[in-house]
């Protein structure tokens, strides 16, 4: 019931046990969402360059490389994509090259800048960086 779903949040009680990576959850919900992480399934396409993605979360966000620049000097010279810094092309060009230099050190997955790594940590932690400025609830 929803009342039980609550009360674990004051208990600190998380019944629901990821299979893959034994992170726990109060909520089934919340295990469904945090599951995604583990499948290698893509099925959010991009229309402009066809990268895909887990989630339309990651779709959306991606979608902002694309928007319309007024200068976008640094091209990539095996593709037709440009950016506008040259830090996004450094990026970019590990796509190509499939290196993916940073590590986790708790699962050993790989990824290709600090950033994504970064975001990626919060799974192990069980972290929540981000909360309500009313209630406080992350």
């Known amino acids: 019931t929803y009342l039980a779903s609550h009360h674990r949040v004051h208990t600190d009680e998380k019944p629901y046990v990821c299979s893959v990576c034994s ?6 919900d919340y295990l ?3 599951n995604i ?3 290698e399934e893509k ?4 229309s402009v360059c066809h990268k895909s993605f887990k989630t339309r979360y990651g779709l959306k966000s ?12 640094y091209a990539c ?4 994509m440009s950016f506008s810094r040259k830090a996004y092309l450094i990026a970019h060009n590990l796509t190509h090259t499939g290196e993916k230099s940073y590590s986790c050190d708790v699962c050993s997955k ?12 919060i799974v192990h932690s069980g972290e929540k960086p981000h909360s309500c400025s009313i209630c406080n609830k992350s």
Not at 43 to 46: D, L, N, R, T, V
Not at 62 to 73: A, G, Q, T
Not at 110 to 121: A, I, V
């Open 62 to 73: 991606h979608k902002i490389v694309h928007l319309n620049s007024d200068e976008k000097p």
């Open 110 to 121: 790989s990824f290709f800048n600090k950033g994504t790594l970064k975001k990626h940590s």
């Open 23 to 28: 992170m726990t959850f109060a909520r089934k």
């Open 43 to 46: 099925p959010y396409s991009c």
């Open 77 to 80: 010279n095996l593709c037709n």
């Open 32 to 34: 469904s969402r945090h």
């Open 37 to 39: 992480i583990h499948k």
